[in-house]
């Protein structure tokens, strides 16, 4: 099944050390979306790649970066994560903008960073 | 700027119950529209969308949402609840033009049905 896969599903960091979190689709999509989701709070969009294009959102602060290196992979990477930090990273994706369907995400599984 | 608005935070129903869910959004150009639900300890998953055409549309698991253009309106409706259904559910609206052209989040309903 073609699908969002996230890796690690529970990611443990000290503060202060660097994380990575990963994610891979057998979708195809060219765009890829992080987003950042607290308790009981709706997904809050970091950033996302459209091919290898990157645009980040105002308000995502320099801790967090990302990489494509390729159309399959995304990576989410928190420099120096503060106990602020601790939440769930969504991973998405969707097709190619001049689809019809552009703006369906398909949404991965997730995976719950906690910071200690 | 553009927005989405979940009227209700918390509901609670017992099974059988009748559900609406209210969505309004602020954008004056062309949307598509999502539910979205997340069951206890599950990745969101797509419930509905509308993107053109018949304004009421049928989605998953016997849940349906009627678009009112006039009203900015995208309320999600289920006939007959089940405990099952105990989840968050999410209005998004895609908004915006070209590159700024993304997802708008409501901040989400907390649905408890009671067997």
């Known amino acids: 099944d073609a699908m969002v896969i996230q890796n690690p599903r529970y990611q443990v960091t000290q503060f202060g050390k660097p994380v990575t979190l990963s994610c891979s689709q057998t979708?195809?999509?060219?765009?890829m979306y992080w987003y950042q989701q607290k308790s009981s709070q709706a997904p809050k969009l970091l950033f996302h790649y459209y091919d290898k294009d990157f645009n980040n959102e105002a308000d995502t602060p320099d801790n967090f970066q990302s990489r494509r290196p390729n159309t399959s992979f995304c990576f989410l990477d928190i420099r120096s994560p503060g106990l602020g930090d601790a939440a769930m990273y969504l991973c998405?994706?969707?097709?190619?903008?001049?689809?019809?369907?552009?703006?369906?995400?398909?949404f991965g599984p997730g995976t719950r960073l906690t910071v200690l | 700027a553009q927005s989405v608005s979940q009227h209700n935070h918390h509901v609670i129903l017992s099974e059988a119950a009748s559900l609406e869910l209210g969505c309004n959004y602020s954008y004056g150009g062309t949307v598509n529209l999502f539910w979205y639900v997340q069951y206890p300890g599950q990745h969101l998953q797509l419930l509905l969308k509308y993107f053109s055409g018949d304004p009421l549309v049928k989605g998953i698991k016997g849940f349906e949402a009627e678009f009112i253009k006039s009203k900015f309106s995208f309320n999600l409706r289920k006939p007959s609840v089940q405990w099952s259904d105990t989840a968050e559910y999410f209005c998004?609206?895609?908004?915006?033009?070209?590159?700024?052209?993304?997802?708008?989040w409501g901040l989400g309903t907390s649905l408890a049905v009671n067997p």
């Open positions: 998405a994706t969707s097709r190619e903008r001049t689809s019809p369907s552009y703006n369906e995400q398909f």
């Open positions: 979708l195809n999509h060219n765009v």
């Open positions: 998004a609206v895609n908004a915006g033009a070209g590159n700024n052209r993304k997802l708008i």
